[in-house]
Structure formats: structure tokens, C-alpha cells
């Protein structure tokens, strides 16, 4: 069963990626299940069923799930309410299903959380940098006096990071009705790690800018990540709940490691098409193994 929105590449890669190597199922599109169908999900892990076009599905792992946001392209206020009304009931289904049978992490704020993976994170291979989540701006300006600081979002919504510059002070008491996290600058390049299963993928990019998002003229080249990291990425993702997770590294020219974040919905395409597809030939392993 895969269940997602074909508006999102990420899910459409997936899907496509799958069926290439001999991985086929129903396709959920969360936007028709929205408009136009019905669903029953008991919490007692009895098998669901959706109603859409006619026909009924059984909602069984193993599932392929990207359960994002579509409320914001909703036509109406109704249909936004409906939107998140589903996903969340969705997720709060999925929770119940063996987590290890469900590609995609549920939509809720646990997996989410940049600071619920900042506690799952600490204690490893690799270092934190120093960082304040806060909606306090007198916080928040003495943190900016004492560190070089990249500041982003603190919720689940994406977000771009930034260098905190002087002109941003001003700025500072808008947190008192949106909190942001505030961290260490950290000099080095980047390192994103894909963890499928037990199989570990790292990619090094190498930018100038802040965020490598936004940098076209970034570079990419595939990177053995060291025994001790690969572990605890795998140790990490498997606390998360998670079969499918990108974990975002800095590593500092005398070779530290600092842990950024983990993303438990990575949009994964990219990397996996400059690996070859070695992403998803994890992912088709691990659903033949179920």
C-alpha cells in the first residue's frame, strides 16, 4: 500500500523507484481521499479500509507512507479542516501497525520535533552544538552575544537556516509568538546520512551558503561514513521508530562530528539519484523482507 500525495516528488519518486524494481501496490492519493472518499480506522490494530472510487481498501502493512501537510492547498476552510482531520487520524492508525512495517514516519509531533531528536540524539559517536529553543527574546539575544549562531524553525513545518546577523535583533520579540531555535555556528562541511534499515548512505556537500537548499552551485560527492557514526545513525533511527531517516551532519576539519538534525520524512530523491539508486534498492530489500 503506498499512501501519500501525488503533488509531492518525493512520494512520487518512491512509488516509481519501487515499482521499477518489482515493488507494486494500491496508491492512496491523499487528495482524493480528502475530496471524495471515506475511511475506518480502528485503534485496536483490526485492519482499516478506505472507500475511494468505488472500491475498498485494506490498510495492512507493510505501507509506503509521506503523510505532508496538503491543508494549506485546500479550497475551502472545510476541506483544510478535513485535510488535517484525516492525516492525523491516519497517523494516530499507523501507530498502531508494527512501526517497522511502515516506511514514512507518522504525522506527529514526536518524529517532527527538532527538539525531541536533539534527546535522542545526545549521548553518542558525535557532538551537539551548543543550542536554546526559546520564545524568550532576551534569551535568545544574550545566546546570539555568546556564539556565532544559525538559527531555523523549532516545529515541523520546513524551514531554512540562517546566520544570525545584527540587523536581525530586531526581530527577536516576534518570538514571543513563534519560538526558533538558536545553535552553535558550526564551521566544516556538510554530510547528509540516509538510514534504511540497517544500511547507511552518506553524501558530503561542500557550499558556501548557509543552508546548501538554496546553493545551485553546491557539490556532491558520496562519503564512507565512519563505523561508530553509521552505527548510532541506525541505533538513532530505530529510536525514532523509523525505517527511512536523513540525518544532517557538520564535520569540522580536524574531523568531529556534530548532529544537526533528522529528518524522519527525507525528501530523498536527489541523493538517491546521484547514489545510483542505492536508496531505494535498500528500500525494495527491505519490503521484500516483510
Given at each position: 500500500m503506498f499512501l501519500g500525495s501525488g503533488?509531492?516528488?518525493?512520494?512520487?519518486?518512491?512509488?516509481?523507484?519501487?515499482?521499477?524494481?518489482?515493488?507494486?501496490?494500491?496508491?492512496?492519493?491523499?487528495?482524493?481521499?480528502?475530496?471524495?472518499?471515506?475511511?475506518?480506522?480502528?485503534?485496536?490494530?483490526?485492519?482499516?479500509?478506505?472507500?475511494?472510487?468505488?472500491?475498498?481498501?485494506?490498510?495492512?502493512?507493510?505501507?509506503?507512507?509521506?503523510?505532508?501537510?496538503?491543508?494549506?492547498?485546500?479550497?475551502?476552510?472545510?476541506?483544510?479542516?478535513?485535510?488535517?482531520?484525516?492525516?492525523?487520524?491516519?497517523?494516530?492508525?499507523?501507530?498502531?501497525?508494527?512501526?517497522?512495517?511502515?516506511?514514512?514516519?507518522?504525522?506527529?509531533?514526536?518524529?517532527?520535533?527538532?527538539?525531541?531528536?536533539?534527546?535522542?540524539?545526545?549521548?553518542?559517536?558525535?557532538?551537539?552544538?551548543?543550542?536554546?529553543?526559546?520564545?524568550?527574546?532576551?534569551?535568545?539575544?544574550?545566546?546570539?552575544?555568546?556564539?556565532?549562531?544559525?538559527?531555523?524553525?523549532?516545529?515541523?513545518?520546513?524551514?531554512?537556516?540562517?546566520?544570525?546577523?545584527?540587523?536581525?535583533?530586531?526581530?527577536?520579540?516576534?518570538?514571543?509568538?513563534?519560538?526558533?531555535?538558536?545553535?552553535?555556528?558550526?564551521?566544516?562541511?556538510?554530510?547528509?546520512?540516509?538510514?534504511?534499515?540497517?544500511?547507511?548512505?552518506?553524501?558530503?556537500?561542500?557550499?558556501?551558503?548557509?543552508?546548501?537548499?538554496?546553493?545551485?552551485?553546491?557539490?556532491?560527492?558520496?562519503?564512507?561514513?565512519?563505523?561508530?557514526?553509521?552505527?548510532?545513525?541506525?541505533?538513532l533511527t530505530r529510536a525514532m521508530k523509523?525505517?527511512?531517516?536523513?540525518?544532517?551532519?557538520?564535520?569540522?576539519?580536524?574531523?568531529?562530528?556534530?548532529?544537526?538534525?533528522?529528518?524522519?520524512?527525507?525528501?530523498?530523491?536527489?541523493?538517491?539519484?546521484?547514489?545510483?539508486?542505492?536508496?531505494?534498492?535498500?528500500?525494495?530489500?527491505?519490503?521484500?523482507?516483510?
Amino acid at each position: 500500500m503506498f499512501l501519500g500525495s501525488g503533488a509531492d516528488p518525493t512520494f512520487r519518486h518512491t512509488v516509481t523507484a519501487l515499482a521499477e524494481r518489482g515493488i507494486d501496490g494500491d496508491i492512496i492519493d491523499l487528495g482524493h481521499l480528502v475530496l471524495a472518499g471515506d475511511f475506518t480506522l480502528p485503534l485496536d490494530s483490526t485492519p482499516g479500509t478506505v472507500q475511494l472510487a468505488g472500491e475498498t481498501f485494506h490498510l495492512t502493512a507493510p505501507m509506503v507512507t509521506r503523510l505532508i501537510d496538503i491543508s494549506s492547498a485546500a479550497p475551502s476552510k472545510e476541506l483544510a479542516e478535513r485535510a488535517r482531520a484525516t492525516q492525523t487520524s491516519i497517523a494516530r492508525y499507523l501507530r498502531t501497525l508494527p512501526w517497522e512495517h511502515v516506511v514514512g514516519a507518522p504525522w506527529d509531533n514526536s518524529n517532527f520535533s527538532k527538539i525531541f531528536q536533539l534527546s535522542l540524539a545526545g549521548g553518542r559517536s558525535w557532538s551537539i552544538p551548543e543550542t536554546l529553543v526559546t520564545n524568550d527574546p532576551d534569551a535568545a539575544r544574550a545566546f546570539t552575544r555568546r556564539h556565532d549562531v544559525v538559527y531555523k524553525g523549532a516545529s515541523s513545518s520546513k524551514t531554512w537556516a540562517n546566520v544570525f546577523q545584527p540587523a536581525d535583533a530586531a526581530r527577536l520579540p516576534l518570538l514571543a509568538r513563534a519560538p526558533a531555535l538558536f545553535q552553535e555556528r558550526i564551521t566544516g562541511f556538510d554530510v547528509r546520512v540516509h538510514v534504511v534499515g540497517d544500511q547507511v548512505f552518506g553524501e558530503a556537500v561542500y557550499t558556501d551558503s548557509c543552508d546548501y537548499r538554496i546553493d545551485k552551485n553546491a557539490k556532491f560527492k558520496p562519503m564512507t561514513v565512519p563505523p561508530e557514526v553509521a552505527a548510532d545513525c541506525t541505533n538513532l533511527t530505530r529510536a525514532m521508530k523509523l525505517v527511512l531517516s536523513g540525518i544532517d551532519f557538520k564535520v569540522t576539519g580536524d574531523e568531529e562530528w556534530f548532529f544537526l538534525e533528522a529528518n524522519s520524512s527525507p525528501c530523498f530523491q536527489g541523493y538517491d539519484r546521484r547514489a545510483e539508486g542505492a536508496i531505494s534498492d535498500a528500500l525494495a530489500e527491505h519490503l521484500r523482507t516483510l
